[in-house]
């Protein structure tokens, strides 16, 4: 298990907090600055609707930048004067175009998709081809659909060049707010957002889905989400029947969306795969029961979870990647607030109580798991800070014009040097030197840095935490970036006899059993070595 996966929870004031499969307490998460309604995760990646109630996007964790990088090709032919030219034939490609030359591409008219990207340097053009020099990043061939060569030829008719660009997201670690839908994000603001279809069959490697839902009811799909692009580049409707105004969205990892509506039925997307992400057509399913209305539902791999508005909990039955849908619903004999299914199908909930609960002994076998176990973690607790200079920071932070450049947050949220501030009036950039800039909506096609991650807050935090038994009263819990393993979160649960029950596995016995066997052989040859004395 990767020692990066946790468990998201937010508790009632708005505030996250981690629980990793290796440790066993709640740590916050570094503060943003805003309070959050509601989040999606999965690993390294998070989408979630601010108190604003406009969406932000976190990348985090990384192993490395996202880089870019950006390709024109520069084509000439030999004219009868003596030289290359830019004067091709009709039937010739274009001057400036892409690899293959059926797309015209122009330096120029190669923009950044958002100010969350910068350029890392200016356009160079290749220089080798194939382990060899190049002249002036030339390459030659008979004609441009013939295999081109480093060097020239006497029958070489054409030549071309590579110019490239590398861009880099400077949003790692921080906040990103999503460009709304319209220049005044009040008109239809997002009320709840969902990232999965990471694991969908057959798809590109780092694609993402990602799914939102507007307060007028509407579905928004946005388009070319990846990991290399993680804002992607529009909001995009998927219409439904009149008069099906959704509430409440979920996408699971092998890309099922689920939508639950305001009049209790549910909305699954058919034909979702590689090829179409946004699926094709809409179907209905029934609420579980005719006097009740699921208000939250949570989708993993192979399996659907939810709830409804008596609080009871409710399990899909029949799911396969034949019948994404599902047969009919299995009644649950426990009340919870909500759920959360992570991308290995195990569960885990916020109880009536507000406190947080994973569901054991979830299988192949016992798809709905035995019982659910209460999670005792400790949470790490914000001592009040007695360094004026930083609450003076934090405010001046977060009264600051929108408009105002923000400082980067850096790559591993640690404390930020005034060394390693960029020089705007430089050409070419390291990585680890962002510019973040805001600017207004209308003028992006992606996403504009909003709140971000404060290092030195975090850290001043870390100074002066204590450890005491959880008091937290949570409102939702994620369990979409963690794939957990019972042997690993053992630690989660306190109660002995729970404890018990999860390590109660075969080949656990089987130790136990040779252990005692083992024991019973040494007293014996003991017995034996003190009669022969």
């Given at each position: 298990?990767?020692?990066?996966?946790?468990?998201?929870?937010?508790?009632?004031?708005?505030?996250?907090?981690?629980?990793?499969?290796?440790?066993?307490?709640?740590?916050?998460?570094?503060?943003?600055?805003m309070?959050l309604?509601?989040?999606?995760?999965?690993?390294?990646?998070?989408?979630?609707?601010?108190?604003?109630?406009?969406?932000?996007?976190?990348?985090?964790?990384?192993?490395g930048?996202?880089?870019?990088?950006?390709?024109?090709?520069?084509?000439?032919?030999?004219?009868?004067?003596?030289?290359?030219?830019?004067r091709?034939?009709?039937?010739?490609?274009?001057?400036?175009?892409?690899?293959?030359?059926?797309?015209?591409?122009?330096?120029?008219?190669?923009?950044?998709?958002?100010?969350?990207?910068?350029?890392?340097?200016?356009?160079?053009?290749?220089t080798t081809?194939?382990?060899?020099?190049l002249?002036?990043?030339?390459?030659?061939?008979?004609?441009?659909?013939?295999?081109?060569?480093?060097?020239?030829?006497?029958?070489?008719?054409?030549?071309?060049?590579?110019?490239?660009?590398?861009?880099?997201?400077t949003?790692?670690?921080?906040?990103?707010?999503?460009?709304?839908?319209h220049?005044?994000f009040?008109q239809?603001?997002f009320?709840?957002?969902?990232?999965?279809?990471?694991?969908?069959?057959?798809?590109?490697?780092?694609?993402?889905?990602?799914?939102?839902?507007?307060?007028?009811?509407r579905i928004?799909?946005r388009?070319?989400?990846?990991?290399?692009?993680?804002?992607?580049?529009?909001?995009?409707?998927?219409?439904?029947?009149?008069?099906?105004?959704?509430?409440?969205?979920?996408?699971?990892?092998?890309?099922?969306?689920?939508?639950?509506?305001?009049?209790?039925?549910?909305?699954?997307r058919?034909?979702?795969?590689?090829?179409?992400?946004?699926?094709?057509?809409?179907?209905?399913?029934?609420?579980?029961?005719?006097?009740?209305?699921?208000?939250?539902?949570?989708?993993?791999?192979?399996?659907?979870?939810?709830?409804?508005?008596?609080?009871?909990?409710w399990?899909?039955?029949?799911?396969?990647?034949n019948?994404?849908?599902?047969?009919?619903?299995?009644?649950?004999?426990?009340?919870?607030?909500?759920?959360?299914?992570t991308?290995?199908d195990?569960?885990?909930?916020?109880?009536?109580?507000?406190?947080?609960?994973?569901r054991?002994?979830?299988?192949?076998?016992?798809?709905?798991?035995?019982?659910w176990?209460?999670?005792?973690?400790?949470?790490?607790?914000?001592?009040?800070?007695?360094?004026?200079?930083k609450?003076?920071?934090?405010?001046?932070?977060?009264s600051?014009?929108?408009?105002?450049?923000?400082?980067?947050?850096?790559?591993?949220?640690?404390?930020?040097?005034?060394?390693?501030?960029?020089?705007l009036?430089?050409?070419?950039?390291?990585?680890?030197?962002?510019?973040?800039?805001?600017?207004?909506p209308?003028?992006?096609?992606?996403?504009?840095?909003?709140?971000?991650?404060?290092?030195?807050s975090?850290m001043?935090?870390?100074?002066?935490?204590?450890?005491?038994?959880?008091?937290t009263?949570?409102?939702?819990?994620?369990?979409?970036?963690?794939?957990?393993?019972?042997?690993?979160?053992?630690?989660?649960?306190?109660?002995?006899?729970?404890?018990?029950?999860?390590?109660?596995?075969?080949?656990?016995?089987?130790?136990?059993?040779?252990?005692?066997?083992?024991?019973?052989?040494?007293?014996?040859?003991?017995?034996?070595?003190?009669?022969?004395?």
């Open positions: 298990m990767n020692e990066l996966q946790y468990v998201l929870a937010i508790n009632n004031y708005g505030k996250i907090y981690t629980l990793s499969a290796f440790d066993d307490q709640w740590k916050p998460f570094p503060h943003v600055g309070d309604k509601h989040i999606s995760a999965i690993e390294n990646y998070m989408w979630s609707i601010g108190g604003d109630n406009q969406t932000y996007l976190l990348v985090h964790n990384l192993d930048a996202i880089r870019i990088k950006e390709e024109v090709y520069e084509n000439e032919r030999w004219m009868p004067v003596g030289s290359f030219s830019k091709l034939l009709p039937t010739d490609r274009y001057c400036w175009s892409s690899e293959n030359g059926k797309e015209e591409k122009l330096k120029e008219n190669i923009k950044l998709p958002s100010f969350v990207w910068q350029w890392e340097h200016e356009w160079k053009f290749e081809f194939e382990e060899s020099d002249d002036n990043g030339w390459t030659y061939a008979v004609d441009f659909c013939a295999k081109f060569y480093p060097i020239k030829r006497w029958n070489s008719c054409v030549r071309r060049r590579k110019w490239y660009r590398n861009r880099i997201y949003g790692t670690n921080s906040w990103c707010i999503i460009s709304p839908l220049k005044d009040t239809e603001p009320i709840c957002v969902s990232i999965g279809g990471h694991k969908i069959p057959g798809a590109q490697l780092g694609v993402i889905m990602v799914w939102a839902v507007t307060a007028q009811g928004f799909y388009k070319n989400v990846n990991k290399t692009w993680p804002e992607g580049c529009l909001w995009v409707c998927v219409p439904t029947k009149e008069g099906s105004e959704s509430r409440y969205i979920d996408c699971g990892p092998s890309g099922s969306v689920w939508v639950v509506l305001w009049s209790g039925l549910i909305l699954v058919k034909e979702v795969s590689a090829e179409t992400p946004q699926g094709k057509k809409w179907i209905i399913v029934e609420s579980p029961e005719a006097d009740s209305k699921i208000t939250q539902i949570s989708v993993g791999f192979q399996s659907v979870w939810a709830v409804t508005n008596d609080s009871r909990v399990y899909r039955k029949g799911i396969d990647q019948l994404s849908e599902g047969t009919c619903w299995v009644k649950l004999n426990t009340f919870m607030f909500s759920v959360s299914v991308p290995n195990q569960v885990f909930s916020v109880g009536l109580d507000r406190h947080l609960y994973f054991s002994d979830i299988s192949k076998n016992y798809p709905t798991g035995k019982k176990i209460h999670i005792q973690a400790s949470v790490e607790t914000e001592q009040p800070k007695i360094q004026k200079t609450l003076e920071g934090i405010e001046s932070w977060i600051s014009s929108f408009t105002e450049p923000s400082h980067s947050a850096p790559t591993c949220m640690v404390r930020n040097d005034s060394k390693n501030n960029l020089n009036n430089a050409k070419e950039i390291n990585p680890s030197q962002r510019r973040v800039s805001a600017w207004s209308k003028l992006s096609i992606g996403s504009l840095i909003g709140m971000e991650a404060k290092p030195d975090f001043e935090i870390q100074r002066n935490i204590s450890i005491q038994k959880s008091k009263f949570w409102s939702s819990v994620v369990g979409g970036s963690i794939e957990p393993d019972v042997c690993f979160i053992s630690q989660w649960f306190k109660s002995p006899n729970d404890r018990e029950n999860i390590f109660k596995s075969k080949w656990r016995q089987e130790i136990l059993d040779k252990l005692i066997k083992l024991r019973l052989k040494e007293k014996e040859f003991q017995q034996l070595a003190s009669f022969a004395l």
